[in-house]
């Protein structure tokens, strides 16, 4: 029996395709294995939305190489792969397989080919046959699963990379997407994440499925689709501005199980930058959209995106970022140095913010926000939060950790014998990032 080590970069939709990947290798008679260093085969699902991310795949297969041992087969997986092709096997020493994000299905196939002395590069058609097939062994988590509801993306924002690796937005039915839900409900998964790049960009080809649902966009009749599903917790991510309408707000407030998180990356605080990236939305208009979940009697969870040093990028535009985070209170953010790619428009555009200033201005705003998370992290002290017992702490042996439906991590001290349980945790002390509490 041959051995896979499957590592994966990148975002939810990345772990998602490499969970089906294990699942169907395992079906064809692989084994996936924890460690490298006796895998047979070595596949790496790779990111390229930031140059960090993809040259973990090239200093990943260089120490592959001169690991010593007789070298494994190796396949690159994902974005990296679907962008670059069969170049990847000038590029990189060592590659044998290259698989696009729209040929993840037909990894097995592939592998039979390499077996036989030849060297594959599949990148697939344009619409990829779509594998729903996930095995509870090859899941992330046994209580948590990833259910990609819309792929690809037709936003074209100016920086960014993934309408290029992921392709055209296509959306899944809706039908398949609660079957799929029913079937991880049934199997003791506790929460669902819906993903997707946009996911209330979602719209579908036919209603099969949302019939009878209420809601003004498909997306948020998807949500009461899945909620009636009676799944303990929903959540969803990313949302894209512009198509986040206050019917999700809505449909969070009529159903418990649509957890009370929304992740609404805005990238930039001047209307300025948000022109030169193509988001489709003003300062303005998002910050509507971030009342209407502010004032939600749910006590919605607010998190962001946000590069700094765009093209362009004054230190006027970067002052009105830093004033929007201090409007917007966010939860958490995500703070990026603007990375260029290349095959995106801002690509051509001067990347004129120098490296020391991108970093001295992410310096600035991750301390703006370490102190808005503190004062909004504080309002969690002597509540009563609901967690589910994911796994147990790396720190220490006697706590579990897991999320609130507020996405926030928690860690508490409780028997193993709790662990895939929801338990009611009342808060004890708020650290920077997460919380600590006590099982009540
Ligand atoms: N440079 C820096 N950050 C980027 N992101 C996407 N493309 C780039 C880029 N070229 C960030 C955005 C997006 C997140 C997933 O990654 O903030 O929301
Ligand atoms: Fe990239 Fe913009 Fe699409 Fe998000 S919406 S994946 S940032 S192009």
């Known amino acids: ?140 988590s046994p209580y948590v699963a990833f259910v990609p509801i819309i792929e690809g993306c037709n936003k074209f924002c100016t920086y960014c990379i993934v309408p290029f690796s992921r392709g055209r937005e296509v959306s899944l039915p809706a039908d398949e997407i609660v079957r799929q839900v029913l079937e991880f409900r049934d199997q003791g998964v506790k929460e669902i994440h819906l993903i997707g790049q946009n996911v209330n960009s979602y719209r579908p080809v036919t209603e099969v499925g949302l019939e009878g649902f209420a809601g003004k966009t498909p997306f948020s009749r998807l949500l009461r689709a899945v909620s009636a599903t009676g799944i303990e917790r929903i959540k969803f991510n990313t949302s894209f501005p512009r198509d986040f309408h206050d019917d999700i707000v809505d449909a969070i407030e009529e159903n418990e199980n649509l957890c009370n998180w929304v992740h609404l990356p805005v990238q930039s605080g001047s209307d300025l930058i948000l022109k030169a990236m193509k988001r489709l939305h003003s300062i303005d208009r998002y910050k509507r959209k971030v009342d209407r979940i502010r004032n939600s009697k749910r006590d ?44 995106t428009p801002s690509y051509k555009m001067a990347d004129d913010v120098s490296h020391e200033e991108k970093s001295a201005r992410f310096a600035e705003l991750e301390k703006v926000q370490r102190r808005l998370q503190a004062e909004s992290l504080s309002r969690y002290n002597g509540k009563t939060l609901s967690v589910l017992a994911e796994k147990r702490s790396a720190k220490s042996y006697l706590d579990l950790f897991g999320h609130s439906t507020c996405h926030r991590v928690v860690n508490f001290s409780c028997g193993t014998e709790f662990l895939g349980k929801i338990v009611n945790v009342r808060i004890t002390q708020a650290k920077s990032n997460s919380l600590y509490g006590e099982v009540v």
């Not at 290259?98 to 599949?122: C, M, N, P, W, Y």
């Not at 765009?310 to 966010?330: A, H, N, S």
Request: aromatic residues 10%.
């Open 1 to 140: 029996m041959k051995k896979v080590f499957l590592e994966t970069f990148g975002c939810q939709m990345n772990v998602s395709d490499s969970e089906r990947v294990a699942s169907t290798l395992v079906s064809r008679g692989y084994q996936i294995t924890d460690s490298q260093a006796d895998a047979d085969v070595v596949l790496i699902n790779t990111c390229s939305v930031r140059e960090k991310a993809e040259q973990k795949l090239y200093s990943e297969v260089g120490r592959i190489r001169h690991s010593g041992r007789m070298k494994p087969v190796v396949g690159v997986l994902g974005c990296v792969a679907q962008l670059e092709g069969e170049t990847l096997f000038d590029k990189i020493e060592g590659v044998d397989l290259v698989i696009g994000t729209r040929a993840v299905g037909r990894v097995a196939d592939a592998l039979e080919s390499v077996f036989k002395g030849e060297q594959v590069a599949d990148l697939g058609e344009r619409e990829r046959d779509y594998n729903w097939y996930v095995s509870e062994e090859q899941r992330h």
């Open 300 to 343: 919605i969870a607010l998190t962001t995106d946000i590069i700094v040093g765009f093209p362009g990028e004054t230190r006027k535009d970067f002052d009105q970022t830093v004033e929007l985070f201090e409007y917007c209170k966010y939860d958490s953010a995500y703070i990026f140095k603007y990375s260029p790619r290349f095959g």
